[in-house]
């Protein structure tokens, strides 16, 4: 990733989209992890927080997640509050939703394609399933990118 946000993101020829699909079939404290990655982002720290989450997935659970929270820097009351709240779960399960209809049952999963000006939609023209070396990203992003330079000829 810091090599996509490198060559890609901060050069302005990809935009990234992030969308939250807890595994909640094999793990109990995935909806809440992702409640808690929302509620860091109410401080400022989703990344941190996502980040910190992903690399400590078996430690999950309500006190671990105020752990969490205190080593990335966060108000542990106002999370607490937000995470007791639930106000991301129609937003997290939304997105859930959205996924599932257009089949993705793992994470992660990566869209590429191109937005649509008038609406912002995208116009998915790749899909690739599962963690992928740099190559992967950089063969299908190029590709991608001069598929669109030709296009625009």
Request: aromatic share 10%; glycine share 6%; charged share 25%.
């Amino acid at each position: 990733m810091p090599q996509i946000k490198r060559d890609y993101i901060a050069t302005g020829k990809l935009k990234y989209v992030f969308h939250d699909f807890p595994l909640v079939r094999i793990h109990k404290f995935a909806l809440k992890a992702a409640e808690a990655a929302r509620c860091a982002r109410e401080q400022g720290k989703y990344w941190e927080m996502h980040d910190r989450l992903f690399a400590n997935y078996k430690a999950l659970s309500r006190k671990d997640l105020g752990h969490h929270a205190q080593a990335v820097g966060l108000d542990l009351e106002k999370f607490q509050l937000c995470l007791d709240s639930g106000r991301y779960t129609p937003a997290i399960q939304k997105d859930m939703a959205e996924a599932a209809k257009v089949g993705v049952n793992s994470t992660p999963h990566f869209f590429l394609g191109f937005t649509n000006p008038r609406n912002s939609k995208v116009k998915v023209s790749r899909v690739l399933r599962g963690a992928s070396p740099y190559s992967n990203f950089k063969q299908a992003i190029d590709s991608l990118l001069a598929s669109k330079g030709q296009a625009d000829r």
